[in-house]
Structures are given as structure tokens and as C-alpha cells.
T-cell receptor, first 113, second 114 residues
Framework: DAKTTQPPSMDCAEGRAANLPCNHSTISGNEYVYWYRQIHSQGPQYIIH???NNETNEMASLIITEDRKSSTLILPHATLRDTAVYYCIVRIKIKAAGNKLTFGGGTRVLVKP | NAGVTQTPKFRVLKTGQSMTLLCAQD?????MYWYRQDPGMGLRLIHYSVGEGTTAKGEVPDGYNVSRLKKQNFLLGLESAAPSQTSVYFCASGRSSGSSETQYFGPGTRLLVL
């Protein structure tokens, strides 16, 4: 699996967009980019994933660069409840091996009022 | 639809005792996983299962055993607990969609081994 690099922490103002970067320069053509978050003491929560195209759902948007070497998770209107550790994970799914996720350090996001 | 549930939520063990953690999912997922998370660290995979009756080792399997007798349940066993196994244990189940998979996590079991 490709290695990912994220800033260790960032602050965001409530109501503003939060842009979380992730570098994955060694990503291969069939690896997906996943984003999960973990709110304090809770289990990780799936946010979004993508392969090549930009993706959007009710929680966030995922922007993947054309060369796929980096991506940005966008929380359009951050709320205090978005304070969490955000993990960017690159993974290829292998049917016989499941989809083992490798969690790195993540980005600790603090949304301030 | 309860999603992924874990039993118990919290447990204190003495060194050498045994216990079983239960994970149940009602989403008919094929894949199930057990992770552990130590303070300030990311999750590490202990064991996983790609279907009923099959299990495989993850990154940190030593000291743990698992069983998946029913599709909806995945059990994690500690035969002889050690203080190094003090951690928060998360179970997850996976939904496959084409070439990608989304995992859904339970609320965690906090284990303290004295």
C-alpha cells in the first residue's frame, strides 16, 4: 500500500470550509484513497473514498489531483462536532485478503467557535 | 439496524485471565476485522475474516485468537491476558462495492489488564 503523509494538526473556524491535505506520491493506478475520521473515544467513521474523479457526498468532498499524487478532503461548513482525527488511507482491495486499513498518524482537526 | 455492536464495553482483567470479545453486525457484510488502538496511536489490525469459517492474521496477532462460526459474529479471544494487551479494541465489518470496500466500526471495547 502507498504511504500517505498528512499534517499532524490544524485548526479551523466554525462555519468555514476545512481543507485537509494528503500526499500519496507512490500511489498506484488501482489504489483507492479513503478518508475516515475518529471523534474522541469513538470508533472510526467512514467519510468518503475515490479513485480518480472528484467525489462528493453529504459529509464532504474529495478532490484528487490529476496525477493522483495528492488529495484534499473538504468539509464545506465545519461545525464543532467535526473536531476529530482525520485519516487518509490508500488501499487496493484484494478479495481474498479483505481490505486491511493501515491507519497512520492522521490530522488532528480542532474546530474553534 | 444496529450496525456493528461490541460486547462488553469495558472490562478489567488480571494477568493470566482469559476473555472473549464479541462483535456482531447486522449488515450482512462478508468481511470483519479486529483492531487495537493504544493511547495516541493509530489502529493496528489484529485478525480479520473474509467470510464465515475463515480467519487470517493481521499486523499484531500474537496473544489473540479469533473465530467466525456465523457470518454476523466475529469473536476475539485472549487466552492469557498480559498488561501489554491493555488497549481499546475496535471491530469493523466491510461492505464491498466493485473494487472498493467501506468499513463500518463498532464503538470499541476498553480493556485494562492489571
Amino acid at each position: 500500500d502507498a504511504k500517505t503523509t498528512q499534517p499532524p494538526s490544524m485548526d479551523c473556524a466554525e462555519g468555514r470550509a476545512a481543507n485537509l491535505p494528503c500526499n500519496h506520491s507512490t500511489i498506484s493506478g488501482n489504489e483507492y484513497v479513503y478518508w475516515y475520521r475518529q471523534i474522541h473515544s469513538q470508533g472510526p467513521q467512514y467519510i468518503i473514498h475515490g479513485l480518480k474523479n472528484n467525489e462528493t457526498n453529504e459529509m464532504a468532498s474529495l478532490i484528487i489531483t490529476e496525477d493522483r499524487k495528492s488529495s484534499t478532503l473538504i468539509l464545506p461548513h465545519a461545525t464543532l462536532r467535526d473536531t476529530a482525527v482525520y485519516y487518509c488511507i490508500v488501499r487496493i482491495k484484494i478479495k481474498a485478503a479483505g481490505n486491511k486499513l493501515t491507519f497512520g498518524g492522521g490530522t488532528r482537526v480542532l474546530v474553534k467557535p | 439496524n444496529a450496525g456493528v455492536t461490541q460486547t462488553p464495553k469495558f472490562r478489567v482483567l488480571k494477568t493470566g485471565q482469559s476473555m472473549t470479545l464479541l462483535c456482531a453486525q447486522d449488515m450482512n457484510h462478508e468481511y470483519m476485522y479486529w483492531y487495537r488502538q493504544d493511547p495516541g496511536m493509530g489502529l493496528r489490525l489484529i485478525h480479520y475474516s473474509v467470510g464465515e469459517g475463515t480467519t487470517a492474521k493481521g499486523e499484531v496477532p500474537d496473544g489473540y485468537n479469533v473465530s467466525r462460526l456465523k457470518k454476523q459474529n466475529f469473536l476475539l479471544g485472549l487466552e492469557s491476558a498480559a498488561p501489554s494487551q491493555t488497549s481499546v479494541y475496535f471491530c469493523a465489518s466491510g461492505r464491498s462495492s466493485g473494487s472498493s470496500e467501506t468499513q463500518y466500526f463498532g464503538p470499541g471495547t476498553r480493556l485494562l489488564v492489571l
